[in-house]
C-alpha cells in the first residue's frame, strides 16, 4: 500500500499542535500516575445526576467507519447533524478535545483531499441550532495548528442523531443536542491537508464520547477497530463486552492532559531487549494513544536504536535521504516480503500491555522500488520542544480492537478481525447484542 508520507506528516502535525478547547465545565486532573488513587468523575457526575440518567437509556451506540488509505491514512465517520438532517465526514480522533465542523469558508481555502466531498454546516439552514453562550477567553476564536493552518469560529449547539444498538446487528435511530465547534476558513489562509471535519474524542467534557455520557445516553467508554486492508471497521461508543482486552491504566503527566496516555516501559527488537537507560531511572515514559495521527513518533534516545537494531542484518541496502523529513529512514530497491526479512518490534506498556508491530506494518511501500519507516523522531516531525514525545499513531493501532475507558480510566488492545462482530451490552436491561463491521463510502 503506498502512502504519501508529505500528508501523513501534515496531518500528524495538525494533529500534535490542536489545542485543548474547552468549555467552562473543564475536567481538571491533578498530577496523578495511579488511577487507584484518582476516582473518575464520571462516577461523581452519574450520582449527582442519578434520577435524570434513571430515565434514559443507557445503552450502546454505532458508528459506521471508512477509511482513506492510500495517501492520507484517514478514519472517518458519518454524522447526521441538524434539522432537516444533513451528513457530514468526521475524522476519528482521540487526540482532539472537540467535535468541529468547516461552517464558513472560502474555496480557495480549502484542499480537497483523496475526493472526499467537501460540505459546509450551515447553522441558519437548521431549525434546531443556536449559538452557545461562553466567556470570551473560553469561547473557540482563534487556532494555529501545526502545519501553518489557522483556524477560527465559534461553538453551537444542535441535533446529532445516531444509531442505538436495540438487538444483535439492528439499530433505531435517536438523537440529543450537542455542542461542536464552527470553524471559518478565510481567503489566504492556509488549510490543513483535509478539509473533513473532527470528531474529538477525547477526555475533555466537550468530546462526543463525553457530552452523550453527561446527557445519559452511553457510558463514557467507546472503542474502535481499524482495518488495514479496506479502511472501515468498528466504532462503538457505550460498554463493549467481547472481545476481551487487556488494559494499561491512564496517567496524566500534565494537570490539563487530555490525551489518552499510558506509560511505556521497554520495547523489543526480534526478541530481544534494547536498552534504555531513562527508562530504567524513570520506570517508564508516557505514550500518546493518537487514532488521528497517522505516525508513530518516538524521541531520538528511542528511534535511534530501534532503527539500528531493526536494519542491522541488512547493510547491502541502499538508503536514501527522504525529501520530506531529515532522519527518515527510506531504501531503494528492495524487492520481496518485508515481514521474511525485518523483525517485529514490541511496545512494552504498564500493566503487562504490549503492542507487537510486524514488519510490514511500519515498512511501507512507496514508488519507484522505494521503502519508508512510517515511525518518525519527535524533535524532527513535531519540534525541539517535543523532543520527548511518545506517540502512538493509527497506523501501529490498525487490525486492534483498542477500547477507551474514561469511568475505569485504562486504554487497551488485543489483535482483533475488523471486519467481524462484537457484543456490547445495555446498561440498563442488562442485554448483550452483537454490532458488526462497516465499510463506509464516501
Known amino acids: 500500500m503506498k502512502m504519501d508520507l508529505t500528508r501523513i506528516i501534515v496531518v500528524l502535525g495538525i494533529l500534535i499542535s490542536e489545542l485543548a478547547l474547552i468549555s467552562n465545565g473543564t475536567m481538571v486532573f491533578p498530577v496523578q500516575h495511579k488511577f487507584k488513587d484518582h476516582p473518575s468523575p464520571f462516577r461523581e457526575m452519574r450520582d449527582h445526576n442519578a434520577a435524570r440518567l434513571r430515565r434514559k437509556n443507557l445503552a450502546v451506540a454505532d458508528f459506521g467507519l471508512g477509511g482513506f488509505l492510500e495517501k492520507t491514512w484517514l478514519y472517518y465517520t458519518k454524522l447526521k447533524i441538524g434539522t432537516p438532517p444533513e451528513e457530514y465526514i468526521l475524522q476519528i480522533d482521540t487526540g482532539s478535545s472537540i467535535p468541529w465542523l468547516i461552517c464558513h469558508a472560502d474555496k480557495s481555502s480549502l484542499n480537497k483531499t483523496d475526493d472526499i466531498p467537501i460540505k459546509l454546516y450551515d447553522p441558519k439552514e437548521s431549525s434546531t441550532s443556536r449559538l452557545a453562550r461562553c466567556k470570551k477567553d473560553r469561547c473557540m476564536d482563534y487556532t494555529n495548528y501545526g502545519d501553518g493552518s489557522k483556524f477560527s469560529g465559534f461553538y453551537v449547539w444542535d441535533v446529532l442523531r445516531f444509531d442505538r444498538i436495540t438487538r444483535d446487528f439492528d439499530t433505531v435511530e435517536t438523537s440529543t443536542l450537542v455542542k461542536f465547534g464552527c470553524g471559518k476558513r478565510n481567503a489566504g489562509e492556509a488549510a490543513p491537508s483535509s478539509s473533513v471535519g473532527i470528531l474529538g474524542l477525547s477526555q475533555s467534557q466537550m468530546s462526543l464520547v463525553s457530552q452523550l455520557a453527561m446527557n445519559g445516553y452511553t457510558r463514557p467508554s467507546f472503542a474502535h477497530c481499524l482495518d488495514r486492508s479496506k479502511g472501515g471497521g468498528i466504532f462503538a461508543?457505550?460498554?463493549?463486552?467481547?472481545?476481551?482486552?487487556?488494559?494499561?491504566?491512564?496517567?496524566?503527566?500534565?494537570?490539563?492532559?487530555?490525551?489518552?496516555?499510558?506509560?511505556?516501559?521497554?520495547?523489543?527488537?526480534?526478541?530481544?531487549?534494547?536498552?534504555?537507560?531513562?527508562?530504567?531511572?524513570?520506570?517508564?515514559?508516557?505514550?500518546?494513544?493518537?487514532?488521528?495521527?497517522?505516525?508513530?513518533?518516538?524521541?531520538?534516545?528511542?528511534?535511534?536504536?530501534?532503527?539500528?537494531?531493526?536494519?542491522?542484518?541488512?547493510?547491502?541496502?541502499?538508503?536514501?535521504?527522504?525529501?520530506?523529513?531529515?532522519?527518515?529512514?527510506?531504501?531503494?530497491?528492495?524487492?520481496?516480503?518485508?515481514?521474511?526479512?525485518?523483525?517485529?518490534?514490541?511496545?512494552?506498556?504498564?500493566?503487562?500491555?504490549?503492542?507487537?508491530?510486524?514488519?510490514?506494518?511500519?515498512?511501507?511501500?512507496?514508488?519507484?522500488?522505494?521503502?519508508?519507516?512510517?515511525?518518525?523522531?519527535?524533535?524532527?516531525?513535531?519540534?525541539?520542544?517535543?523532543?520527548?514525545?511518545?506517540?502512538?499513531?493509527?497506523?501501529?493501532?490498525?487490525?486492534?480492537?483498542?477500547?477507551?475507558?474514561?469511568?475505569?480510566?485504562t486504554v487497551g488492545w488485543t489483535k482483533y478481525d475488523c471486519t467481524s462482530s462484537i457484543k456490547v451490552r445495555d446498561r440498563l436491561s442488562g442485554a448483550v447484542y452483537s454490532v458488526g463491521a462497516h465499510n463506509l463510502s464516501h
Open 237 to 409: 461508543i457505550g460498554e463493549v463486552v467481547e472481545p476481551k482486552v487487556k488494559t494499561a491504566p491512564l496517567v496524566f503527566p500534565d494537570e490539563n492532559e487530555m490525551h489518552y496516555v499510558i506509560l511505556m516501559t521497554g520495547f523489543k527488537v526480534g526478541g530481544e531487549y534494547i536498552d534504555i537507560p531513562s527508562l530504567k531511572v524513570d520506570g517508564g515514559k508516557p505514550a500518546k494513544i493518537d487514532s488521528g495521527a497517522s505516525m508513530t513518533v518516538l524521541p531520538k534516545e528511542f528511534y535511534e536504536p530501534l532503527l539500528q537494531k531493526i536494519f542491522a542484518q541488512q547493510p547491502q541496502l541502499k538508503y536514501s535521504n527522504n525529501s520530506i523529513i531529515t532522519d527518515t529512514y527510506c531504501f531503494d530497491g528492495f524487492k520481496g516480503n518485508v515481514d521474511d526479512v525485518f523483525p517485529t518490534v514490541t511496545f512494552q506498556f504498564e500493566g503487562g500491555l504490549t503492542l507487537t508491530v510486524a514488519a510490514h506494518d511500519y515498512i511501507l511501500p512507496q514508488e519507484n522500488d522505494n521503502w519508508c519507516i512510517s515511525w518518525a523522531r519527535s524533535d524532527v516531525v513535531v519540534g525541539p520542544e517535543e523532543k520527548d514525545l511518545i506517540l502512538i499513531g493509527d497506523e501501529a493501532l490498525t487490525n486492534r480492537f483498542v477500547v477507551y475507558n474514561l469511568e475505569d480510566r
